[in-house]
């Protein structure tokens, strides 16, 4: 296998760990906040729904975890694997976040545990759910340190580059690099929103089927009043976010707007076709909308790919990553709102089983975003690994194994997603709600008697 060969199969094992860690990691930060919601709202209102809301959450959430440990390792094993000679350069740089997030996971995974262990084991409930805030804080910070690291491959930031070593280092510099605070923002407020819409979808999902329990009416209205507000922040988020790609990254922002010639009052093009002339056919095109996004104003000029070199440029199919992203963001947030207004107003159409399954599409749509939106970020930072000092092709490894390494994962992956599926499955329709309800109130009588 040749070095182009062997970089191809390390770019596809790469995107392939990272899509599927993706949607455990996510569910992994979004869920415990949801399950420290719903707990307290349980003792808040005195609601046995909302206390198994949280029980049960927490089950799923548990599953979802040892999954996630899974391909978590595998994604350190792969980049010393893989991408060797970024490692031996920037691995000193960025340990100290690689460090830390070992530890923000061992708080989370101990305390997970504890609170697990301790069902029906406190009088007060209060104090069983402050177990849970370690466990939150813990997979939050998990997904800061580790997209630290993402951060720094975008902008990196405490080091010098001598003879094409990275030397001076500076930990704590290359840590809070310049698009940390949008990044992490970004990657919390997107777990929890998609987190939100997977359990709405579950919720809707056992409705469409003739269900009329409250406990899965009262799990829908939750999830999707929390899918609202965590939609609304990650779209006022977004703004910042491209005028961050304005300042750091212009030719990832160009790429991914089709922005081919520098212009000030510059359009924001979604959707079209590129022809191998540069022109945009069959585009919406908004005017003013890109000098808007990029620097608050309808008159700023806004850097096009012009001014690039052309072996730096992005791959330009980055575009229809950042529509789908934009696209269902922006569906899931209209979905959300118009379900809450319909439930303030009583409005028999939120309760029909076209809308209702409109939210249960909602979940796989909230994890097409994500996909998009990691693809997005990855891929638009090509042909660099660290933006502007190492490119993705002169980091790579030049084993001839890789693909073989790439068949291996590829069968270990479908056989995690299959047992993780069938044992979600099995453990939920083994103990049904109605059933734990039962159990529950039985149990009761009997500590009465």
Not at 32 to 38: G, S, V
Not at 50 to 71: E, F, P, Q, S
Not at 153 to 178: D, S
Not at 246 to 268: C, F, V
């Amino acid at each position: 296998m040749g070095n182009e060969q062997s970089l191809l199969f390390s770019r596809v094992l790469t995107e392939l760990t990272l899509s599927f860690h993706i949607i455990f990691a996510t569910i992994g930060v979004g869920v415990p906040l949801l399950i420290m919601i719903a707990q307290w709202a349980g003792i808040k209102k005195q609601d046995e729904h909302y206390i198994l809301l949280a029980r049960r959450w927490t089950r799923g959430y548990a599953v979802t975890v040892a999954v996630g440990v899974v391909t978590g390792t595998i994604i350190g094993l792969q980049l010393s694997l893989l991408w060797p000679t970024f490692m031996r350069a920037a691995g000193n740089v960025i340990a100290l976040p690689l460090f830390m997030e070992t530890f923000a996971f061992f708080l989370e995974a101990i305390f997970l545990g504890i609170y697990l262990y301790t069902w029906d084991r406190f009088e007060n409930q209060r104090k069983h759910l402050l177990l849970l805030v370690p466990v939150a804080i813990g997979a939050g910070f998990s997904a800061v340190f580790i997209t630290i690291v993402n951060a720094f491959m975008n902008t990196p930031r405490g080091f010098a580059v001598l003879n094409g070593e990275l030397v001076n280092i500076k930990p704590l510099e290359a840590m809070f690099n310049p698009a940390v605070p949008t990044k992490a923002a970004h990657v919390l407020l997107t777990a929890f929103m998609t987190a939100s819409f997977i359990l709405a979808s579950i919720a809707a999902f056992h409705l469409l089927r003739g269900s009329n329990h409250a406990y899965h009416k009262k799990a829908l209205l939750l999830t999707m009043k929390l899918g609202a507000v965590f939609a609304i922040a990650s779209a006022v988020l977004g703004d910042f976010s491209g005028k961050f790609l304005a300042e750091y990254q212009p030719e990832k922002l160009a790429a991914a707007e089709w922005h081919l010639e520098t212009t000030s009052e510059a359009p924001l093009v979604m959707f079209g076709v590129l022809d191998d002339d540069g022109k945009v056919r069959g585009a919406l095109t908004i005017p003013f909308a890109l000098s808007i996004l990029a620097f608050g104003s309808p008159n700023a000029e806004v850097a096009g790919l012009d001014q690039f070199p052309v072996e730096e440029h992005p791959p330009l199919y980055i575009h229809y990553l950042f529509d789908s992203m934009v696209i269902i963001g922006v569906f899931l947030m209209c979905l959300s709102l118009i379900y809450l207004i319909g439930m303030r107003f009583k409005w028999k159409a939120v309760s029909s089983k076209w809308f209702t399954g409109l939210i249960v599409l909602g979940g796989p749509l909230a994890i097409v975003a994500i996909e998009a939106g990691w693809w997005f970020t990855e891929v638009g930072r090509q042909p660099w690994i660290l933006r502007g000092v190492m490119k993705t092709a002169e980091s790579a490894t030049v084993s001839p194994n890789v693909d073989v390494m790439l068949y291996l994962f590829t069968v270990l992956y479908v056989f995690l997603a299959i047992g993780c599926v069938g044992v979600l499955l099995r453990m939920f329709k083994k103990n049904p709600i109605e059933k734990e309800l039962s159990d529950r109130a039985l149990l009761r009588k009997g500590e009465m008697a």
